[in-house]
């Protein structure tokens, strides 16, 4: 199942294995990763090439001598990529009964255009009422890099996520080498010491938790400022 889900066109990693290859046989390809994977899950400890990356710059907008007016592309290892994967559809049953009803981002069968009509029907009501309504939107500037790892490793205990799992996204983030390919040479590489990968399966999950607790801390938690929720 897991190797179904990786997507196809995708960039091959560090290692020149691209998603069609791996999925061109899927029965050879889940024997040959079962072996890879269990090595892994006993030891845990994710293969050194995993922690390899290759960061491709893609210009926006702007003044170009400006590193903010760039965004970018991680290449990652797709057998990598197969066994996050494994990891993500373990996580997610244990922990998606914990999240917020509230919380639609980086979820199965949910949708921004929900939040939107929720939105839109407060703000029918609280004109139909004559109420005041004061609406607050956040937008996280590099939101990926501002995760704390080891406030991420408590939550996902704190969120049942087994212990052994835990270990084994810490160590693949430990470590973590990059080289940024800047017209058409590599630059020497570096380590990334803070924040949760580019471009992995597990990023926006991994995020998803660290705001749901934030939000829930605030809502539980709070006692000055504005209410966070309606009580209509």
Known sequence: MAIRQIKSGKAAGPENIPAEAIKADVAATARILHILFNKIWDEEQVPTDWKERLLIKIP?????????????ITLLSIPGKVFNRVLLNRMKDCVDAQLRDHQAGFRKDRLCTDQIA????????????????YINFIDYEKAFDSVDRSTLWKLLRHYGVPQ???????????GLQCEIVHGGQLTKSFEIKT??????????????????????TSI?????????????
């Open 60 to 72: 926006k907008k702007g003044d170009l001598s400006n590193c903010d007016n760039y965004r970018g």
């Open 164 to 174: 052994k799992i835990v270990n084994i996204i810490q160590k693949s983030h430990d």
């Open 220 to 232: 539980c938690e709070g006692k000055h400022g504005i209410q966070w929720i309606s009580r209509m």
């Open 195 to 216: 924040c949760v990968r580019q471009d992995c399966l597990l990023s926006p999950f991994l995020f998803l938790l660290v705001i749901d607790w934030i939000m829930k």
């Open 118 to 133: 929720t939105l839109r029907i407060i703000v029918e009501q609280s004109i139909e009422w004559n109420s005041s309504l």
